[in-house]
DNA sequence: ACTTTGCATTGATATTTATCACTATATTAG
DNA sequence: CTAATATAGTGATAAATATCAATGCAAAGT
């Protein structure tokens, strides 16, 4: 199912971005003629950094992995995306261009809203601005942490950090399945593939995680939690 | 000289940020009538991180470092400030404490503007909210370079960036005194300070930069954008 | 002048991390 | 079912980087 509208008001709906709370019914109404929707499947490329941000994008089901494309084709992945999640960047104040990549993890419904209707919104609706600014703060925020913990821990406390992150905000489980691929598992903690697997390996041997399959489970919370915060 | 007021017009001030033009001129007087000065010399910290936000903060004159404090008391250095600069941090729009600290590396006039007051403006003012977006969005792209070069790139092409950066951002000159110590140069590049010596020689042995005394001569900065993008 | 202190520098060494080569195990396509 | 392809896992090795232990050097204080 793809297309325009189909009647849905994005005043109603379960997973919208909670700044359209800040919206006048008007302009609600107005987001919500001007709404497209889309499907993606697992794998999909929901858009690429360098492309414009004429839309601004929220995943109505599914989660998505947002990335920096590095050097030599390496990634970054800064976050896994659900519905409820601004996607478009602080290059849309900048240069208009996406300067990270989204791809779908699972199936995915994404809904695409005209950048042009927000930026109005934010000249014309100054809680709307505030609460736009509220979000790009927090992101930013995330990001200077995970800049952080990226270049001064060692590789067990980023995996460490990982999973609790994965456990704690994306799953809300201390059992799940990441969905993410042991290479993926690297691009978010910044290590090779082969590293993320001795490292999940020894956390196994010690008692700290149990792995079944594709489902990881964490056994010993304060452990995890002592290796991330000593790096 | 500190104090407040002195009954200088942000107006006219030639480092004002540039946010500012977009005030109306009785916000511009009211915000001069709430701005308060002071003097910090080269080493005194003018914020530190976990403080609240309760002003925001622009040089007049000087430089200065805004660093993260990470672990074990290690520090990134994000950015080196000049006046212009709007040294709040994203912070300000999550929970009103500053994520950064900011240390004079230069003796340093630092104006102080009421924060309640520039978040009035936020709402009343929609260019200068999209202004402060603008600002926000801009720094966070830069900490989406800045990450990807750490985390990616090895030494040389961390310490070639790093000169490029001194030299073309912050100088504006190819021979520059950087201010800052070889520890500080280690923070500003993600290595420890005996790497930062021990690149530093490699590059003049090979001629691509030069040192006499505290100051670099970048001589062959085609070369150095070539280590830097080389990674 | 002489100590003290902090920074710069150097070489040696240890640690961390990536890479390579390979096997095993799934998963998918025909 | 079987080949083909992708991912997971393992061990050995190489590369990158940090740490440690000295030494030199220069500014600041007495």
């Given at each position: 199912?793809?297309?325009?509208?189909?009647?849905?008001?994005?005043?109603?709906?379960?997973?919208?971005?909670?700044?359209?709370?800040?919206?006048?019914?008007?302009?609600?109404?107005?987001?919500?003629?001007?709404?497209?929707?889309?499907?993606?499947?697992?794998?999909?490329?929901?858009?690429?950094?360098g492309?414009?941000?004429?839309?601004?994008?929220f995943?109505?089901?599914?989660?998505?992995?947002?990335?920096l494309?590095?050097?030599?084709?390496?990634k970054?992945?800064?976050?896994?995306?659900?519905?409820?999640?601004?996607?478009?960047?602080?290059?849309?104040?900048?240069?208009?261009?996406?300067?990270?990549?989204?791809?779908?993890?699972?199936?995915?419904?994404?809904?695409?809203?005209?950048?042009?209707?927000?930026?109005?919104y934010v000249?014309?609706n100054?809680?709307?601005?505030?609460g736009?600014?509220?979000?790009?703060?927090?992101?930013?925020?995330?990001?200077?942490?995970?800049?952080?913990?990226?270049?001064?821990?060692?590789?067990?406390?980023?995996?460490?950090?990982?999973?609790?992150?994965?456990?704690?905000?994306?799953?809300?489980?201390?059992e799940?399945?990441?969905?993410?691929?042991?290479?993926?598992?690297?691009?978010?903690?910044?290590?090779?593939?082969?590293?993320?697997?001795?490292?999940m390996?020894?956390?196994?041997?010690?008692g700290?995680?149990?792995?079944?399959?594709?489902t990881?489970t964490?056994?010993?919370?304060?452990?995890?939690?002592?290796?991330?915060?000593?790096?």
């Amino acid at each position: 199912m793809f297309g325009k509208g189909l009647d849905v008001c994005c005043g109603s709906c379960p997973h919208a971005w909670p700044n359209f709370k800040n919206l006048s019914s008007d302009e609600i109404k107005e987001l919500s003629k001007h709404r497209f929707q889309s499907n993606f499947s697992a794998g999909e490329t929901i858009f690429k950094a360098g492309s414009p941000t004429s839309s601004a994008v929220f995943l109505s089901s599914g989660i998505a992995k947002v990335y920096l494309e590095g050097f030599d084709g390496k990634k970054i992945i800064l976050n896994l995306a659900k519905p409820g999640y601004l996607l478009a960047g602080p290059g849309n104040y900048v240069d208009s261009t996406h300067h990270y990549s989204v791809v779908a993890l699972t199936d995915v419904t994404a809904c695409f809203i005209d950048m042009n209707l927000i930026k109005s919104y934010v000249r014309k609706n100054p809680m709307f601005a505030e609460g736009y600014l509220k979000d790009i703060s927090g992101k930013s925020l995330r990001i200077f942490y995970k800049m952080m913990s990226l270049v001064q821990k060692k590789m067990p406390g980023r995996m460490a950090e990982g999973l609790l992150s994965l456990a704690d905000e994306v799953y809300g489980a201390d059992e799940f399945n990441p969905i993410l691929s042991r290479q993926e598992l690297g691009e978010l903690t910044g290590m090779a593939k082969e590293n993320v697997v001795r490292i999940m390996k020894e956390f196994c041997n010690e008692g700290i995680i149990s792995t079944n399959g594709s489902t990881i489970t964490i056994k010993d919370k304060d452990k995890l939690k002592l290796i991330s915060a000593n790096g």
